[in-house]
């Protein structure tokens, strides 16, 4: 008898994702670290003394849900388009495609793999922010609850990308021109009461405000919007991308001929 | 016997409207080795990706060890290993990790004891630590032969397996074919060296231009299709074949010296015979006598030759 599920399968996908994070732990890990703790140095400590309080928070303070959210989004979209773009692009897709699993294993193994990566690469940004600045909790379920909803979504986003490529400028691109631009002017750096009433209405179509205001709120009690609203939006991005993977694989789309 | 792979009416129309396959019907039994051959284009490689799960199939239907490729596609890809014509590896992975990967994927659970046998079977335990890239081309195409077969598979497929091998990795993979067999796994590849086939295949089917044109046991088709000479050295060279063996149609060569008697291997031989009666009786004497049969590859370039 077959089992009606290959949970094997799905380990060893997920274990040979997490092997290749530990070979190339340098660009994993490190340079992600490194580039958020000079966020903090120029913004946090060198222009954030001279900044006021944002709600009564200190503006070292406030950045750090923001530059979270950051790492987050972009490291989820890399590692997960590059963990299925990748054997594509090798060829040794075949095997995944000619073994015994199914879709769903497929996407759990390299999305829960890419999610684990951006929530470790998550979790040592904030241990590394809480060395320039003072952190306080104030939601930790949500806070939880928000970093994995969104390393989920966002990998599953990700694995999109990784599946609709057909190079390796294609995957960088969304990340580089749409995902960045939007976590910069999503209020990662400021809130967006503090702009013109044309411009705040401008940034609500941004997705990214509802993820870091959402963010920010679990840390701070303080958010641009509501934080039920921050939620839904988050679950109604994470309801797309299931719908558009379902249909990947329902359609063979990019994978088989 | 039942087959282990049974496949009806099956067709494959790309998205470009090229049409690979057309409505193909093969039936393999258990145990079996067979060599699928076909001048490149034919369509070796779909048959066998849609086989495997790599490509959908636009009409037919395929079943592995009686389970349908689609609709109980884990019980039919567990039976199967695949060896595609690509070097496909991961280039970074050492080898031991990469054959224990693809027994994980494949539902198997942990048995270094067989991992290491396969690695040993395949001189590949010699590498196991080292990383894929740093091994030569023939070494790649042993990996990928261990990590088809690292579930242990009642199917093999190998997709020209010895396209750009050397002579010394050929022998192996005829020999280590031939041992799988011995344990009961049946191995279907596909090449166009001819003599591939007529050296490892029990049957064999040829492709063309998507159409399967004829699949046969490989002595009977030699023997159906294979034209057989008989060479006569004669004594004193002769002008002219004589007048009352008009009916063999023999053909004089090498200025007379030789005589030569093109007949069907199928048939029966008892002319053969008459004919020797009746040279004698016409008093042409001869020194030597040999027969010559024509191979595969002649057969394959006739067959192919004459459909285009």
Redesign the interface.
Known sequence: M???V?L??V???Y??EM??AL?TIMQSVISPVISTSLYFVVFGAAIGQRMQEIDGVPYGTFIVPGLVMLSLLTQSIANASFGIYFPRF???I?????????YLEIVVAYVGAAATKSIVIGLIILATASLFTPLTIEHPVLMVTFLLLTAFTFSLFGFIIGVWADGFEQLQIIPLLVITPLTFLGGSFYSIDMLPPFWRAVSLFNPVVYLVSGFRWSFTGKADVHIGVSLAMTMVFLLACLVAIRWIFKT?YRL?? | MQSIISISGLSKT??GGFQALKRVDLDVAPGEIFALLGPNGAGKTTLI?IV?????ATGGSVQVGGHDIVA???????L?G?V?Q?L??????SVW?TVA??R??????KNPAYVEKLLRDLSLWSKKDERILALSGGMKRRVLIA?ALAHEPRVLFLDEPTAGVDVELRRDMWRLIRELRDTGVTVILTTHYIDEAEEMADRIGVIRAGELILVEEKTALIAKLGRKELILQLGAPLAEVPASLARYGLELRREGCELAYVYDGAREHADLAALLTELTAAGVAFKDIRTTQSSLEDIFVDLVKERA
């Open positions: 077959t089992p009606s290959n094997r399968a380990g060893a996908i274990k040979f092997a290749r070979r090798a060829g040794t075949y095997e995944i495609l000619s073994a015994p699993v199914s063979g088989k001929a | 790309y998205d990706s495997c799960g790599l490509v959908k109980d596609y884990r019980a039919a890809r567990s199967i695949l595609p690509e496909s590896t991961d280039r970074f992975e990790d990967f693809s994980g994927l494949f539902g198997k659970p990590k």
